[in-house]
């Protein structure tokens, strides 16, 4: 029997007090928007920590200012609006005020309950006159409605008896976070006009012209009561994109604490009854598991119209940009076990089509290029070798349509919005690559471009590029024979698929990275001081990129999506030799070189690669938390274990292989397939699978491995 | 006998009227400063044209604002400031002011005289009340007296007797020239501190914190005398850098006009009578050459402490930065002709050594790494790619150094200043470029950057910048050996120049531009729009890079500088396949490739493309003079003169070839080759040398072959 406690992050448990860390880690989300959980007290530069709220895809844009311009070109940064904690509260007790001295408040207990989907937290605050009082905290944001957040609080005085005048605050300070951190992390002031209307604020970006209504409703104004005695306020925030709107209509009103509670708790209940992965043999890495699915659950857009950011809605690392980690890293976790949430991450891709398109266009190519880095589809990368020049974004994307539709069956889908995406992004590939006489014969080649490994930079044939391109351009000619359209295209793309190039270096028995990679030096591992990593902080891009030093899987994501391509001697020399010049600078990549190494047999590699992804970030592994989660991470944590250890994989029906490394015992979850649930219990003796009773299914289980179908 | 109209670019003979473009031409400058041509009465946004002062290496930083910053970047924009112009006046008579309202005043001739270094003017002019006079300029830039700019103004009145009162004005305008254009011209708004003293006034620069001081000493405030008689006034203006002074002591006052113009005439006498080249059977073409020439002496600075700017002092145009223009285009004139300024040339770079040590050092590398772009010798090339990963700069300013003391026999300047440039580039070379097993043997290889094509970015070996390491690299050891210095460098030096890494396709039987090259697709000629020229101003770099085209000649130029080393065969093979392929978009190419021409015996083609270089500025080819001159593109019509119709080269001593196109009837020169002079005559049967007597050289003639040791 599981215990409880294994769904609860107590503060107890954790490394460290740092106010912005607790503020990621304890973060609130719906999808929708996010909270991070700041100081309640906290107004403008008076107490520690990083608070605020984010929006989903609520941005404001900039021009991006170039040292030196050039033709096409990313005009426009954006940048998520960090907006006011919807947690913080000014209170005041007589003449004392805590948004006008800094009180002294002490977090003395904080859970997150997990399995509830809710925040308890316990402060110990003391006025400077020397009143003190507990104060309590519940909170959650809203699954079923979306736009609450519901927040309770208690407070029970010791040594007063006067009221405590509650009140909500705009907290507005934007303090920039680390320039000197990574650079792709960049924090903006957002200009925002801020307009008051009764209980209701809107809140206006300068340039982007968006707008979001907030509106607050709560049951009291003051604290009364006695001393030691819990007396609570129980306020809600309702939060509307208010764009398209002249005046905002909410449809929410104050409910009832108790039915909300109770909602979120059914939805929670719903989600890990489908979601959660049970670890037998560690305690701790069974919570950091559940952990990672609760933040996946808290990021992903379902509107069909918001993706899931970088950081998710945790903070304000990568500006919210969506990038590939969703597609690549977070989407086969929905695909997986709720592909409602999946259908609705792809849509947002078939929304932004048509900035793709313009974007092709102005790079005077045909069809679609997705933007590498956005929130409204609108290319924002100022740094165009590792941006733009990633444009196996496109082939990513196409390969979530395809997992979607393999896994989930829904042809309509792919019908509605995913055909025309992997139709538009075919036409890119066969005008972007060329036909070109290589080493003998005709091949179809992809230049100048930048693959998953970003400390190589505008290279010739890229593996993983050229082998994602040929799937998306199979798929294309897939779907224009089913649906008997692009007759005139469908030969070419047939024909840029079969020539593909794929480098191959003979002498060493190596899968080229590129065309370029083996013939350079490797990088110096001995003569670099552990302080110069990442490397991308300390040494200047044109001398990293001139040696064989990779920032993360890319041959090996390659090999990892379509293992039964590869023998497994081929796929253990890669392995080996890609490992070696690996720093695993990017949060991408462990989860990759376990996923792999479960797949070569190469078990205690495989164990200790996934346990650095899978406790990430609750041990802050890569020493930025406080910019906000690392998504794709949580997501490849996920694929760790499916892929790997359940050797998880679509080949003609679900294939699973049972890799499961000594240290785990027993690993229970759920797949769903085809609109049915389908039960997994690994042991280091077999695999068990249930399907559900009538089920459309077929099982075929011979020793470790197992066919459904 | 030549005639004196040979000297003189009259406005009749242009092609047309623009004011920025006639500003260009006919500037006046001495290497220490330069003058636009600009209307006189200009004041603020009144009259048309783009006037301005410029002082070499007085500018103005700024901090270099990055989409997305990285490790090494360059911190600082320079940009030269625009001053305000030395020929600007105000006029007035009775209560009409010139600066106050806008008078019609219209050029009516213009001259300048290069024979003697003189600008010869006339405008007419018409008050708003309708007085109307004519105003007469006779202007220069004294190579003299290196800080005083000469200028005589004179005025006859036809309609009126009042006096013209005048006053110099200052003039700030800043008129941004067109951010649309080519990307590597920026134009920046100086924020310059002004201190009226007395007739001095002080510019101080904001941020670099430069301090420059101008005093102007005139003989009249105002112009008396009757109508339709000429009065003259005549004004000096002293410059001088005040950057380490408390008071500016300017060393020179008010001298007579005809002592100046004297000396003026004496100077340029100096020059011509060694620099001057005659070609006989052209007489469009006999002006242009000397219109380059002329132009080559205003722009070169001659204090040991700044360059020659790729825009001379001519204009705003790449914000007066110095390149390697100065080595490979410019500084061949002046070894040949007048080795004391390219002794100062040089020796600026010497100056900067310690910048370029310290930039190496930044990047990790050992040695010194000069500025791709840079006054003060700090990098300030705000796009890396087409910037700091050109380093062949190292090489080529050794080239520079070398060529030097092959031509002068200068060593003492080598022992004092070349040397330690030599070594310190030698180290940065073997660090930066690295051994490895190559095609089945050990080669040294230079990876990750970017050669003089700049339509082809970060790659590995680029054939020029390997040919010319290798050069840097023999050349520090032949100093080391010479001086005994560097004993366990030495070999190492001395094995990467003999291991160099050079491509070559067999099959093709091509020298390779790079590793990748002739493996990228061949650029789409005939569906780029003619006005898609130049690509970088409408394709994105990424799109560019991909392709084979190039931007300017990379391996031609590279086998211009070592013809001796290849057959005649694979000169003719490279030359027709990477003409195919250059677009000529910069204006540094077209003389390497007549040069290559001339060698290979395309006489044709050598003469056609001499053409376009000769003429580019007069005729205002690329269509940006209004920037400023094209000064690497006026020391390659020297070159291809010199290089290519005489086939000058050093081996062993100087070496001349007749390669005289037959538009050609003759063509006369001098050339200083250590400390002596020889006068050649080239026509198209023989080649004549003279020798002063008593010379030390000896001459051998061989049918149309000279030898000169």
Not at 198 to 223: E, G, H, R, V
Not at 463 to 484: F, G, H, P, S, W
Request: one cysteine or more.
């Amino acid at each position: 029997m599981e215990k409880n406690s294994d769904f609860i992050l107590d503060i107890k448990e954790l490394p460290n007090r740092n106010a912005e860390y607790l503020e990621t880690l304890f973060a609130l989300g719906n999808g929708k928007f996010g909270v991070r959980a700041g100081n309640p007290l906290k107004v403008n530069q008076q107490y520690p920590g990083n608070p605020g709220l984010f929006v989903n895809g609520f941005f404001e844009s900039e021009e991006i200012q170039y040292g030196e311009w050039a033709y096409g070109y990313a005009k426009q940064h954006q940048t998520i609006c960090k907006l006011p904690n919807l947690r913080g509260v000014t209170l005041r007790i007589g003449s004392e005020d805590s948004a006008k001295e800094e009180w002294q408040i002490k977090l003395t207990h904080a859970q997150l309950d997990m399995k509830q989907g809710v925040l308890f937290e316990r402060y110990a605050v003391k006025t400077p006159a020397g009143k003190s009082f507990d104060l309590k905290m519940t909170s959650f944001a809203s699954l079923a409605r979306s736009e609450l957040f519901v927040c309770k609080y208690e407070i029970s005085k010791h040594n007063f008896e006067e009221p405590v005048h509650f009140t909500q605050s705009l907290f507005q300070e934007r303090e920039a976070i680390n320039e000197n951190d990574d650079p792709r992390v960049v924090s903006k002031e957002q200009d925002l006009g801020i307009e008051q209307n009764q209980d209701i604020y809107q809140f206006t970006t300068k340039n982007s012209q968006k707008k979001l209504a907030i509106k607050w409703i709560k049951n009291d104004d003051s604290f009364e009561g006695k001393k030691d005695q819990f007396v609570s306020i129980f306020q809600i925030s309702s939060i509307m994109d208010a764009t398209d709107e002249s005046a905002p209509s909410f449809s929410c009103e104050l409910a009832e604490f108790d039915t909300l509670l109770k909602e979120q708790r059914q939805m929670y209940h719903n989600f890990w009854s489908v979601s959660d992965i049970r670890i037998k043999g560690n305690d701790t890495l069974q919570k950091g598991i559940r952990f990672n699915l609760f933040h996946l659950n808290q990021g992903a857009g379902r509107d069909g119209q918001t993706n899931f950011a970088a950081k998710g809605l945790t903070g304000e690392g990568y500006e919210g940009h969506y990038f590939w980690d969703t597609e690549l890293y977070i989407l086969p976790f929905f695909i997986y076990t709720q592909p409602k949430t999946a259908k609705a991450l792809l849509s947002y891709r078939w929304t932004i089509l048509e900035q793709a398109k313009a974007r092709a266009k102005e790079l005077n190519q045909s069809g679609a290029l997705f933007a590498w880095r956005t929130i409204d589809g609108q290319e924002t990368s100022a740094y165009y070798p590792a941006g733009t020049a990633q444009v196996h974004i496109n082939a990513d994307i196409v390969y979530g349509f395809q997992l979607y539709e393999r896994v989930t069956g829904d042809h309509q889908f792919i019908e509605e919005k995913g055909r025309e995406v992997v139709f538009e992004t075919a036409k890119f590939w066969v005008d972007f690559g060329d036909f070109i006489n290589k080493e003998g014969q005709l091949a179809f080649c992809i230049n100048g471009v930048t693959g998953p490994d970003e400390y190589s930079a505008l290279v010739n044939n890229n593996y993983y590029t050229n082998k994602m391109a040929q799937n998306n351009l199979r798929y294309a000619v897939e779907l224009a024979n089913r649906y008997q359209l692009f007759e005139n295209e469908r030969e070419k793309w047939q024909k840029a698929a079969d020539l593909m190039y794929f480098g191959y270096n003979q002498e060493m028995g190596l899968t080229k990275q590129d065309d370029g990679f083996l013939d350079q030096a490797l990088w110096d591992f001995e003569k670099t001081p552990k302080d110069h990593y990442p490397l991308l902080l300390n040494y200047h891009p044109m001398i990293i990129y001139k040696y064989q030093v990779c920032k993360q899987a890319d041959t090996v994501l390659a090999e990892m999506l379509f293992t039964d391509d590869f023998s497994k001697e081929q796929l253990l020399r890669d392995y080996a030799y890609y490992e070696k010049v690996t720093t695993h600078d990017s949060s991408l990549s462990r989860s990759i070189f376990s996923i792999m190494a479960s797949r070569t047999g190469q078990v205690k590699k495989a164990y200790n690669y996934f346990m650095d992804t899978a406790l990430m970030d609750v041990t802050d592994l890569q020493g930025n938390v406080e910019d906000g989660i690392h998504a794709a991470n949580m997501g490849g944590s996920w694929l760790s274990l499916m892929y790997g250890f359940a050797g998880l994989r679509y080949d003609q029906g679900l294939k699973l292989t049972n890799y499961l490394p000594k240290e785990i015992e027993e690993l229970r979850f759920q797949l769903m397939f085809k609109g049915e649930r389908i039960e997994v219990i690994l042991t280091q003796q077999k695999i068990d699978c249930v399907l559900i009773p009538n089920s459309k299914h077929t099982l075929t289980i011979s020793g470790k491995e197992v066919l459904i179908n």
